[in-house]
T-cell receptor, first 113, second 113 residues
């Protein structure tokens, strides 16, 4: 069973619509990361979330994005009004420790049309 | 964060060893060297990491140069399933205060049957 499960695996949405991507870790992590990968490009850091607050965010993570931990067991990434350029794979991940690995989810492929 | 340099692509024959190089000449004394790989349409997957000494696990070996300015990921017997993009990443949460990974473009490994 994977450490991190993401749903949905693929989402198609119309431009301007809101989408919510979900991530469920097996263990009770307080700390979570979201990354994005546009097709053919690098994996890019979006935001880190610790104990129900954003601890760090990149320039990509603008006001259209938000993160939550709605019920204590899963994490969500919301894009309020999607743009064509939001089309990408979105990965959530545990942080890993000083000397331990991170676990990445299998990703959600978001297609904005 | 210190940068890493990897070849864009490499090829290997199935069941032969593969040596994937990584240069990191500006590495600091507290940077850990991490290797992840990304299979097609999947999230990054942990391979191995180390600080100073060579490391072995069930997936691979990591050989770290004595001056730590370069390292080599060794897959002892490549299989078709090892075809992926391999990322060499330096991370130092203690100094940087963050556990995020900064991905480069990695090395795309092609395994020939």
């Amino acid at each position: 069973e994977p450490e991190v499960t993401q749903t949905p695996s693929h989402q198609v949405t119309q431009m301007g619509q809101e989408v919510i991507l979900r991530c469920v870790p097996i263990s009770n992590h307080l700390y979570f990361y979201w990354y994005r990968q546009i097709l053919g490009q690098k994996v890019e850091f979006l935001v880190s979330f610790y104990n129900n607050e954003i601890s760090e965010k990149s320039e990509i993570f603008d006001d259209q994005f938000s993160v939550e931990r709605p019920d204590g067991s899963n994490f969500t990434l919301k894009i309020r009004s999607t743009k064509l350029e939001d089309s990408a794979m979105y990965f959530c991940a545990t942080p890993g420790g000083m000397n331990t690995e991170a676990f990445f989810g299998q990703g959600t492929r978001l297609t904005v049309v | 964060d210190a940068k890493t340099t990897q070849p864009n692509s490499m090829e290997s024959n199935e069941e032969e060893p593969v040596h994937l190089p990584c240069n990191h000449s500006t590495i600091s004394g507290t940077d850990y060297i991490h290797w992840y790989r990304q299979l097609p349409s999947q999230g990054p997957e942990y391979v191995i990491h180390g600080l100073t000494s060579n490391v072995n696990n069930r997936m691979a070996s990591l050989a770290i140069a004595e001056d730590r300015k370069s390292s080599t990921l060794i897959l002892h017997r490549a299989t078709l399933r090892d075809a992926a993009v391999y990322y060499c990443i330096l991370r130092d949460p203690f100094t940087s205060g963050t556990y995020k990974y900064i991905f480069g473009t990695g090395t795309r490994l092609k395994v020939l049957a």
